[in-house]
């Protein structure tokens, strides 16, 4: 008597089709706008245009990106509705990419080509890049701040003051790198990079998938243009981690203060605890609720 078919062999052909489509849209399109918008830390100046006049550029970096946190945390639409598609398709994809990936058979050792080695580093990328994107989101997003260093819950995230409280994060302190803060920014320009490459080989493999680029000089053009796109991606994502690494968070902080009063923001001022008075400085220019 022959064996049932499982649910996965079964729905093969719809499966397959649905893990790479989850892997463009939704995850693909949010990966492209997020580190565009995280670079702007960098850039931000420039996007600000006449806004930016008289600022030099870590100040406009910290203008724009608080505009742009400030946007999204406050006007797009349906923001928690976006954010469970989100949720839903990177479960689907992170699942079923698990369950690809424990099925399929490693035989790099005895086929080390090229297509072999993207192969295993696609599978490892999605591994690591499930860790990644949760510390990522459990601090950045949930708040856990107990996460982050010194993991005395003393570098809160808070997308008022979204540029110095990453930049904390990155440093592990408020002040000055620490060991766990270096560790911190590695742990994401590695994440950044394994993510981007995750993308950008996926979309090559997709076109394959849905039968789009069938004759190897279809592929050889589709891989040259995703490999421009993941060159482009990683250089954002680079720019955002070490940006970020870079910047005072101090300083960031006083910028913000002053994004907050010129657009007359009701935002109480971060207190930092642990900080002296002249590094933690009240400010009457904020309205505190």
Not at 231 to 247: N, P
Request: proline share 4%; net charge positive.
């Amino acid at each position: 008597m022959a064996e049932t078919a499982s649910f996965l062999d079964r729905h093969h052909f719809l499966l397959r089709r649905l893990h790479s489509l989850t892997g463009i849209v939704p995850i693909g399109v949010f990966l492209v706008a997020h580190l565009t918008t995280n670079s702007s830390i960098l850039w931000g100046k420039v996007g600000l245009r006449a806004d930016g006049h008289g600022m030099g550029l870590t100040e406009g970096g910290v203008t724009y990106f608080q505009k742009e946190v400030e946007w999204i945390n406050t006007q797009i639409p349906h923001l928690l509705l976006i954010e469970l598609v989100l949720w839903i398709s990177i479960a689907f994809h992170s699942a079923l990419g698990v369950v690809y990936a424990r099925q399929a058979k490693n035989n790099l050792n005895r086929y080390p080509h090229q297509d072999n080695w993207r192969y295993a580093l696609q599978r490892f990328s999605g591994y690591f890049g499930i860790l990644f994107i949760f510390y990522h989101v459990a601090t950045l997003r949930w708040g856990w701040s107990f996460l982050v260093p010194p993991f005395d819950g003393s570098v809160p995230w808070s997308h008022n003051f979204a540029s110095s409280t990453l930049a904390a994060s990155l440093r592990g302190s408020w002040e000055e790198f620490t060991i766990w803060g270096l560790l911190v920014s590695l742990f994401y320009f590695v994440g950044v990079t394994l993510l981007v490459f995750h993308f950008a080989n996926g979309l090559w493999t997709a076109a394959i998938t849905w039968g789009i680029t069938v004759s190897t000089a279809a592929q050889k053009r589709w891989g040259v243009a995703c490999f421009g796109l993941g060159a482009g991606l990683m250089i954002a994502g680079w720019s955002s981690v070490v940006g970020f690494a870079m910047l005072n968070p101090l300083e960031a902080k006083k910028y913000e203060m002053k994004f907050h009063e010129k657009h007359g923001n009701d935002v109480a001022p971060l207190v930092i605890p642990g900080l002296s008075p002249a590094a933690n400085p009240a400010t009457s220019a904020v309205t505190v609720p």
